[in-house]
C-alpha cells in the first residue's frame, strides 16, 4: 500500500512539474550533432543554426504514422524552403533497414535532407525514444517545440510556428 | 484486488493536475541553460496473477561548449519477473549510466571522448551493436573509453569497455577498432577489429576483424561486408589448429531506384557469427536479420528470431508509387540453415540438414480515395520453423479524416494458423478502432478472438480485449493508459523478440521530456 502511495505521489508530483499550457515554449539549447546524409556527406547542426527555423523530425522507414506525417512535412518545406527553412529528417532505421532509407526517400521525389542516426545517437540527446518525434529550433540553436507521435492535424501547429518564426 | 482502490485515485489526480500546473507562471519551470531532462515511468498490475510492476528512467544530461555530462537513474521495483528481462535488476534503484564528454572540433576535423557508459555500433552490426531498446529491454551499454577522430575523410574509433551480462555484472572487457575512409564519393571503406578478454584468465579471447565497402553509383548503391571470428581454444579443440578461423560472415545489399520505383535486395551468411561474452549472455553483434519489420500485431504473432550462428537467406523489397494517392510494396524473403559442413555444425558437433527457417512474403496497397479517406490493404504469408507454423494474413485498414484534426481509423485483421506438428489449425481475428484527436487525445478499442475446434463440432473461443487512451500533458508529457486484457505475443524490433505473456489489468506509462 505505501508502495502504491508513493507512485502515486511520484506521478503527480512529476506531471505537476511538467505539464504546461501550449503556450509555453521551452528553451532548451539543441545539442549539436554530425550525421551523415544519404550521400554520405556529413551534416552539423551548428553549421545549420542561424538561417532560420529549423525542425529536426526523427523517423524510421516500418513507422508508419512516421511516413504519413514526412508527407505533411514535405509540403512545408516545399511552402517555406526558400524563406530560410530547414527541414532535416533523421532515420533511425538501424542494420535491419537502413539499406531501404535511400530508396524510399528516391521513389517519393522528396528532395529534403535526409540524414542517417543508425545507433540512434542523436535521437538519446533529444529524448526520442518513440517515432515519430519532431523537434522545432529557432534561428538561435533554442528548442521551442517538441512533440511525440503523429495524428493528422498536428502539421497545422508546427506550421504556424514556423510561420511564427520566420516573421522574428 | 485491495490494490486497485488507489488505481482511480492515480487516475483523478492525473487528470485535474495539468489544470491545477496551468495556472502557473510559466517561466518557473525552466531549466537551467544546457540542462535536459528525460523521464520515463511505466506501471502495470496484473490482476490475474496479481503481480505488480514499476519501471522508471530518469535521464539528465548536460551540454556546456565542447562537454557534455549526464546520467540516467533507474528504479524497478519491482521490476519485470522474467529474469531473461529484469537481467539481475529485480529490485534495482541506482545510477546505471554516467558519461562525461568532450567534442572539439568540427565534421571536417574533429575528436570526441567520452569517459563513463557509452554505446556504439559499427557498420550494420556485424561486429559491434552496442545499444539500448527499452521496447525489448535490451541495454549493452558499455563502461570504459571511446575516443572518435575524423581527419580529411578518415574516422578512427576504438573503445574499450565492459557490458553487463545476466547477473548484472560487467566481466569481461571488450576492445575494438574502427576505421573508415569516406573521401570517395563513389565509394566508402571501413575495417574494423573487436575482441573480448575474458574476465577468467587462461581462457581464450574471441577475435571479430571484417571488411566492408560502399559503392555508390548514378541510382545504385550498394554495401558488402565480411568478416570473420577466432578463438584459439575452439580452434585447438574442434578443429585440432586445422582451421584459421571457427566462423564467418557476410552481408550485401543492392539498391536501385529510378522514378516512383525502389527495389533492395540484401543477402546473409552467418556462419557461427555471433559475438558474446565468455558466459554467452552478452551479445555484442546483430547482424542485419532480413526479416520484414511489421506494425500489425498478428503479423508478429509467431516472429523468427535472429540466429547470427545458422542463417543463410535474402530478401527481395519493391516500391511502386502509382501516384500521390496510390502505391504499392511487395516483400519476399526466406532464411534457412546452414549446411552440415558449416563451422557452426563442425564447432558443435551436430549433424543437421538445412531446414527453412523463416519464408515470408509481404504485399501492401495503400490508396487515399480522397482527401479524408484512405485505405490500406496488406496480406501477409509466413512459415516460420521455431513454431513450426504457416500462417496466412489479410488486413484491411480505413481511414477517415473527418476534418482537419480528427481522424477515426479502423483496422481488421484476420490469420490462419496452420501447426505442422500438431497439424493443428486455428484462427485468430483483431479488431481495433482507433480515435485520434490531434494534438492531444486518441483512444483505441482492441478486441482479439482466437476460434479453436480441438474436435469436429466443438468451437472454443478466447476473447481478450483492452482500450487505450492517450494523452498529451502540455508540450512534453505523454500519457498513456491501456485497461483490460490482451493476447501473449511477440514484441520484435530487429529480429530480436521479446515475449510478453498475456496480461489482463492496468498498464500507465508516461513520458517526459524537457
Not at chain 1, 556529413?42 to 526523427?58: A, Q, T
Not at chain 2, 530518469?58 to 522474467?82: C, H, M, V, W
Not at chain 2, 575474458?198 to 545504385?220: C, H, K, M, V
Request: with cysteine.
Amino acid at each position: 500500500m505505501k508502495f502504491l502511495l508513493s507512485v502515486a505521489f511520484c506521478f503527480v508530483i512529476t506531471i505537476n512539474l511538467f505539464a504546461q499550457n501550449d503556450e509555453d515554449l521551452s528553451g532548451r539549447k539543441a545539442p549539436n550533432f554530425k550525421l551523415i546524409n544519404l550521400d554520405g556527406k556529413y551534416i552539423e547542426l551548428n553549421k545549420e543554426v542561424g538561417k532560420g527555423p529549423i525542425l529536426i523530425s526523427f523517423w524510421a522507414t516500418w513507422c508508419k504514422p512516421c511516413l504519413e506525417e514526412m508527407v505533411e512535412y514535405n509540403k512545408l518545406y516545399s511552402d517555406y524552403k526558400d524563406k530560410g527553412f530547414t527541414l532535416l529528417a533523421i532515420s533511425t532505421d538501424a542494420e535491419k533497414t537502413v539499406a531501404k532509407v535511400k530508396p524510399y526517400i528516391k521513389s517519393k521525389n522528396y528532395t529534403f535532407p535526409v540524414l542517417l542516426d543508425s545507433n540512434s545517437e542523436v535521437a538519446r540527446k533529444y529524448y526520442a525514444q518513440q517515432m515519430p518525434y519532431t523537434v522545432l529550433i529557432d534561428k538561435n540553436g533554442n528548442i521551442v517545440y517538441s512533440h511525440l507521435g503523429y495524428m493528422k492535424g498536428d502539421e497545422k501547429k508546427v506550421e504556424k510556428l514556423i510561420a511564427e518564426l520566420l516573421e522574428k | 484486488m485491495k490494490t486497485l482502490n488507489f488505481i482511480p485515485i492515480i487516475l483523478l489526480i492525473t487528470f485535474l493536475s495539468p489544470n491545477l500546473s496551468a495556472q502557473n507562471n510559466k517561466d518557473w519551470f525552466l531549466l537551467p541553460d544546457g540542462l535536459g531532462l528525460s523521464n520515463q515511468l511505466e506501471y502495470s498490475y496484473n490482476i490475474d496473477n496479481k503481480v505488480e510492476i514499476f519501471e522508471n528512467w530518469l535521464t539528465l544530461d548536460y551540454n556546456k561548449n565542447i562537454f557534455s555530462a549526464g546520467i540516467r537513474f533507474e528504479a524497478f521495483q519491482p521490476n519485470d519477473p522474467d529474469p531473461s528481462i529484469s537481467r539481475g535488476k529485480v529490485r534495482y534503484a541506482d545510477i546505471a549510466y554516467k558519461y562525461f564528454a568532450v567534442d572539439v572540433g568540427d565534421v571536417e576535423e574533429g575528436l570526441n571522448i567520452t569517459a563513463g557508459n557509452f554505446y556504439e555500433l559499427f557498420g550494420r552490426g556485424m561486429i559491434l551493436k552496442s545499444y539500448e531498446d527499452r521496447n525489448i529491454r535490451i541495454d549493452n551499454n558499455l563502461l570504459g573509453v571511446k575516443v572518435e577522430g575524423n581527419y580529411l575523410g578518415f574516422s578512427l574509433t576504438a573503445l574499450s569497455g565492459s557490458a553487463t551480462n545476466s547477473n548484472n555484472d560487467r566481466k569481461d572487457i571488450l576492445h575494438a577498432v574502427d576505421f573508415s575512409y569516406g573521401g570517395f564519393d563513389i565509394i566508402k571503406l571501413g575495417t574494423t577489429y573487436a575482441s573480448n578478454q575474458p574476465e577468467i584468465d587462461g581462457i581464450a579471447r574471441t577475435s571479430l576483424a571484417s571488411f566492408r565497402i560502399q559503392p555508390s553509383y548514378w541510382n545504385f548503391d550498394g554495401y558488402a561486408e565480411y568478416g570473420t571470428k577466432n578463438n584459439k581454444d575452439i580452434q585447438t579443440n574442434a578443429f585440432q589448429n586445422s582451421e584459421s578461423k571457427i566462423g564467418e560472415a557476410f552481408y550485401g545489399s543492392l539498391n536501385f531506384y529510378y522514378d516512383a520505383f525502389s527495389i533492395v535486395g540484401e543477402y546473409k551468411y552467418y556462419d557461427n557469427y555471433a559475438f558474446t561474452s565468455s558466459d554467452g549472455t552478452i551479445f555484442y553483434n546483430t547482424t542485419p536479420s532480413l526479416r520484414k519489420e511489421y506494425t500489425y500485431q498478428l503479423l508478429n504473432r509467431h516472429p523468427s528470431p535472429l540466429d547470427q550462428s545458422n542463417e543463410e537467406g535474402y530478401a527481395v523489397e519493391v516500391n511502386y508509387n502509382f501516384s500521390d494517392e496510390t502505391s504499392v510494396v511487395a516483400n519476399y524473403g526466406i532464411t534457412q540453415t546452414l549446411p552440415t559442413s558449416s563451422y557452426f555444425q563442425r564447432v558443435n558437433n551436430i549433424s543437421l540438414p538445412i531446414a527453412t527457417q523463416l519464408k515470408e512474403v509481404y504485399l501492401q496497397a495503400t490508396h487515399s480515395w480522397n482527401e479524408s479517406f484512405t485505405t490500406i490493404a496488406a496480406f501477409g504469408y509466413n512459415e516460420e520453423l521455431s513454431t513450426n507454423t504457416k500462417n496466412f494474413t489479410p488486413i484491411l485498414e480505413n481511414k477517415f479524416y473527418f476534418d482537419d484534426i480528427n481522424t477515426i481509423k479502423l483496422v481488421l485483421e484476420h490469420q490462419q494458423t496452420e501447426n505442422l506438428s500438431t497439424l493443428e489449425k486455428y484462427y485468430d481475428d483483431v479488431i481495433a478502432i482507433e480515435y485520434l484527436r490531434s494534438p492531444n487525445f486518441n483512444v483505441s478499442l482492441v478486441t482479439e478472438v482466437q476460434t479453436k475446434e480441438p474436435e469436429e463440432g466443438k468451437t472454443i473461443r478466447k476473447v481478450w480485449s483492452f482500450v487505450q487512451f492517450g494523452y498529451k500533458l502540455g508540450n512534453h508529457t505523454d500519457l498513456s493508459l491501456l485497461i483490460g486484457s490482451r493476447q501473449a505475443g511477440n514484441i520484435c524490433i530487429g529480429g530480436i523478440c521479446r515475449y510478453e505473456p498475456a496480461f489482463q489489468g492496468v498498464e500507465l506509462k508516461m513520458l517526459t521530456r524537457l
